[in-house]
């Protein structure tokens, strides 16, 4: 039998054991799988591409060899373990996750992919005949934080093994194939851009739902009658007419018209839902970008009595919910806000986000993908891989917060979330409804709908435990070839090529029009590298200026105390606040903490104001100030309007005006220029603004530009405009062959900068060829602050900590508060813990600055916003009282406990000193008890 007959067959009786027939992209993967070679499956969402990895287990057990199937989240992790379960039973499937080891030593093994990245740093005998790893969802490799773990993998899997990559569709799918190809030997790439169900899109205005796109004549485009209605609202709206009594049509065109009680154009959640329930568009998922909104949709709904299952089937959920939380008690559920959760349920409705109990969300996931649960409010953490098909999608918005800023979505991210439309084998057809609101353009939706271009970048960069770990496992020469074979050295060498063949056109284009300025006066082009030299030192002079300005700013900013009033000139913080932290102090620019007119919270640093700020006036904070608790900072912003409203209308009037002379923000007063000083001196450098030295070296440029004999020519104009483009170009192209020269071996570059500073810190030996003692303990230390961690335990910060204290301490190294929601003067419960706190900042402190010196990038701070509440819950607290005054969320509580046990347990492996051991392995037990114990999902 030839190789692609046994092929052939191989597919041919994998597929007999299926309930449907294989597509055609799902048999040339698999064949090619069969064949021995590795595979990149890059299709929509419910195509079916997770049938190719279930075929290469199906071969790993045919062939006496090992399968790992990898996922990005735990929740799909167990999800993936049950399907394959079902399917080969539980001696033949075992499940690796951060908080479950079921049958590890099972042929099949389904496990997150930093679980498998462990093991090979480790050389675990598990890896022993292995022969298949499936990479489900493997553009997650472009995810900055986790992305580069599935490159580690895809590097350093033994050659062996056969990849079987499964991704969403992405434009590049062919380049990452070839980089594929190139580390892993033979890849087959497989495209496919059909979606099994047809996916319908949809813009609801009001209670009208339109089809978004409409075909005529061959041609599709947006749909003139939703174009004109859109029109017709933003008349309506201009003029102050009422918005259109709702209606809503089908996609087949009947017409039923129905009254509301609101008058306005965007429906109401409960509007919605019951529009789709009439239409037979259930069950569907609602993407609200934020945890607060889908708890809000669930209240709306019951509290208009909403229902969307029979009460018996709501009774039987019940019951089945009763029986997965048995192991809480009362007090725990009701702040995990048990009963409204389980009143929606049994109404046949839900919300879904990460701030829930994660038994919660797996409840959920569970109760919707078997159609007991008709619709679900999601943050788009749902887009995630989990299995949730829905027949509709609704897109609230299609604007959503990134961490940074308010963004609009990606075509990337609209087709991951509304791919979710579309049961294969149950729906014909998938639908997409945007709800419309005013500004937004039809024909723009239409094209984040019709796109199909999202490529994938790699996000990888060396890491300190990185480093260590391939010191040790290949030596550092051999660690710098590999890393110059990753994705991301791969994609930055391929936009190589076309910037250099760009800077080698330039140079051509340079030679030819320096012989358009030749002048019979003299030396044209040394005259224009005068005028070259004189623009620079003028904007050189404004760059002086400003930075006098930021710096003037950054002054202002570090003289304020707590409880001064001050007026934030400008920029998204505008307006007063009272300043209720005093700024950091060190090498670090002044940050003191505010609240705002609107309660807010905030940093203030030198980039949130545009002049220097004073303070107004002063007020006394209460001593049972809270930064984090809602009332306190309500409190604190009622009695910030009352001081205003008290200064005098002039103090008033010159703080909101930066130019006023009486402000004494103004430069009169500050010494820092304002911006109409800006606009007076932008080109008259000579003056107060510029040093004395700046102003001599411009003076002696423009002396030397009118005594050159090209100044007095007649075509001087003309031949400047030749030169101006020269420069122009001179500059494009030093620009592009700077750009050449530093995205050329960059991986590597990082990872001898990350080496120095590790022989420098004794974790790697003198030479850098070898690992210490040290660097033994950060191989086995995987977090974001790795070499903090490995740093503290050196430095012997944490030692004589009791187990909760230590938990509390190393909270730190875990927590990642939300933008703004910073604790600047976090609560501590002891002061041996508030000492460890302080020797950690200390240690992060000097860690940056080394950093820095080394090029590198800095490690985020650590934060100890939850040092007190980890502490109390260590000691055997309630649920309720530890969480009693903030504004955290159980669901993140307790996720920021999951990985505060994996951090303990890690240290309890490297720590130097026995003691240290067991009073880590001491903390992780006090912290896993309660609800945290109770849910080994996340």
Not at 156 to 162: A, K, S
Not at 911 to 916: E, M, V
Request: with cysteine; net charge neutral.
């Amino acid at each position: 039998m030839t190789a692609a007959s046994a092929a052939a067959q191989a597919v041919a009786s994998f597929s007999a054991g299926l309930p449907f027939p294989l597509d055609g992209f799902q048999v040339q993967a698999c064949t090619a799988v069969a064949a021995g070679a590795g595979v990149l499956v890059a299709a929509p969402t419910g195509a079916g591409k997770t049938v190719v990895g279930e075929f290469a287990v199906y071969q790993a057990l045919a062939t006496g060899r090992k399968a790992f199937y990898t996922t990005p989240i735990k929740a799909l992790s167990n999800q993936k373990y049950l399907d394959l379960v079902r399917r080969h039973g539980p001696a033949q499937v075992g499940l690796l996750t951060g908080d479950s080891a079921i049958n590890g030593d099972a042929p099949v093994v389904v496990m997150t992919t930093e679980v498998l990245r462990n093991m090979m740093y480790a050389g675990s005998p598990a890896l022993v005949g292995l022969g298949y790893v499936v990479m489900d969802e493997v553009h997650y490799l472009a995810d900055r934080f986790r992305g580069a773990v599935w490159e580690e993998v895809i590097i350093h899997l033994p050659e062996d093994v056969v990849v079987v990559s499964l991704s969403a569709t992405v434009s590049n799918a062919e380049e990452f194939g070839e980089w594929l190809a190139h580390v892993r030997g033979a890849v087959e790439v497989v495209v496919s851009e059909h979606r099994p169900v047809p996916l319908w899109q949809h813009l609801m205005v009001g209670r009208t739902m339109y089809d978004l796109f409409v075909e005529s004549g061959g041609r599709v485009s947006v749909n003139p009658e939703l174009v004109d209605r859109i029109r017709d609202e933003e008349r309506r709206r201009s003029a102050g007419l009422p918005a259109r009594r709702g209606e809503v049509r089908s996609r087949q065109g009947a017409d039923r018209t129905h009254q509301h009680p609101r008058t306005g154009v965007t429906p109401s959640r409960a509007e919605v839902v019951t529009a789709l329930d009439r239409e037979g568009l259930l069950p569907a998922i609602t993407f609200i970008f934020s945890r607060a909104g889908c708890d809000a949709a669930v209240a709306q709904l019951l509290g208009r009595g909403i229902r969307l299952i029979p009460s018996e089937e709501g009774e039987a959920i019940r019951r089945l919910v009763e029986e997965r939380v048995a192991g809480l008690g009362d007090e725990d559920l009701g702040v995990l806000g048990y009963w409204d959760f389980v009143d929606g349920l049994t109404r046949g409705f839900a919300a879904h986000h990460a701030g829930m109990l994660p038994t919660f969300r797996e409840i959920v996931e569970e109760l919707f993908s078997a159609g007991r649960v008709r619709a679900v409010f999601a943050t788009e953490t749902l887009a995630l891989g989990i299995n949730m098909p829905a027949r509709t999608v609704v897109l609230e918005r299609l604007v959503k917060y990134n961490g940074e800023s308010h963004a609009d979505l990606t075509a990337a991210e609209y087709t991951q979330l509304t791919g979710r439309a579309g049961r294969r084998g149950i729906d014909i057809e998938g639908h997409a409804v945007v709800l419309w609101s005013r500004g937004l353009d039809p024909v723009a939706v239409g094209g984040l709908a019709a796109t199909r271009t999202y490529p994938l970048h790699s996000s990888f960069r060396p890491t300190s435990n990185m480093a260590v770990n391939l010191v040790a496992t290949v030596g550092r020469d051999r660690a710098r070839e590999v890393l110059e074979t990753s994705f991301a050295q791969f994609q930055a060498d391929r936009g190589v090529v076309g910037m250099a063949r760009a800077v080698r056109r330039h140079e051509r284009e340079l030679d030819e029009i320096a012989e358009r300025w030749v002048c019979h006066l003299g030396d044209f082009g040394e005259y224009a590298a005068i005028r070259e030299e004189l623009r620079r030192l003028e904007k050189g002079a404004v760059k002086d200026r400003q930075a006098r300005t930021r710096e003037h700013s950054a002054q202002s900013l570090g003289r304020l105390r707590i409880g001064d009033v001050i007026r934030i000139p400008s920029g998204r913080h505008r307006g007063y606040a009272v300043v209720v932290a005093s700024a950091r102090g060190g090498d670090h620019a002044p940050s003191p903490a505010v609240v705002t007119e609107d309660r807010q919270f905030v940093r203030l640093t030198p980039a949130d104001i545009a002049a220097p700020v004073v303070a107004l006036s002063n007020v006394r904070l209460p001593r049972s100030f809270n930064p984090r608790n809602p009332k306190s900072r309500r409190d604190v912003s009622a009695t910030l309007r009352i001081t205003v409203s008290r200064l005098p209308r002039e103090q008033q009037v010159a703080s909101d005006n930066p130019d006023n002379p009486r402000n004494p923000g103004n430069p009169d007063s500050t010494a820092a220029p304002t911006r109409s000083a800006s606009r007076r001196h932008t080109s008259s450098l000579d003056g107060a603004e510029a040093t004395d030295s700046t102003a001599e070296r411009v003076a002696a440029a423009r002396a030397r530009l009118r005594g050159h004999p090209c100044h007095s020519c007649p075509d001087r104009e003309e031949h400047a405009r030749w030169t101006q483009k020269w420069w122009r170009l001179r500059r494009e192209a030093d620009r592009l062959a700077a750009e050449v020269a530093g995205r050329t071996n960059t991986v590597a570059r990082t990872f001898d900068r990350i080496c120095e500073l590790l022989v420098e810190r004794g974790y790697l030996t003198p030479d850098g060829s070898g690992v210490t003692a040290q660097g033994q303990a950060l191989r086995r230390i995987y977090t974001e602050r790795d070499l903090l961690a490995a740093e503290c335990l050196r430095a012997g910060v944490w030692n004589t900590l009791d187990a909760p204290g230590l938990a509390a301490a190393v909270s730190m190294l875990v927590h990642e508060p939300r933008r703004d929601d910073a604790d600047p003067s976090p609560r501590m419960p002891n002061t041996a813990v508030a000492e460890a706190v302080e020797a950690t900042m200390a240690i992060w402190s000097g860690l940056t600055e080394a950093e820095q010196h080394h090029h590198l990038p800095v490690t985020s701070a650590p934060d100890a916003g939850l040092a007190w509440m980890i502490h109390a819950w260590a000691t055997g607290r309630r649920l309720e009282l530890v969480l009693r005054g903030s504004d955290l969320a159980a669901g993140d509580f307790v996720r920021r406990c999951k990985q505060l046990i994996d951090l303990l347990g890690q240290l309890g492996d490297v720590a130097p000193h026995p003691a240290l051991r067991r009073k880590a392995r001491q903390a992780a037990d006090a912290v896993l008890r309660g609800v945290v114990a109770a849910d080994r999902l996340d």
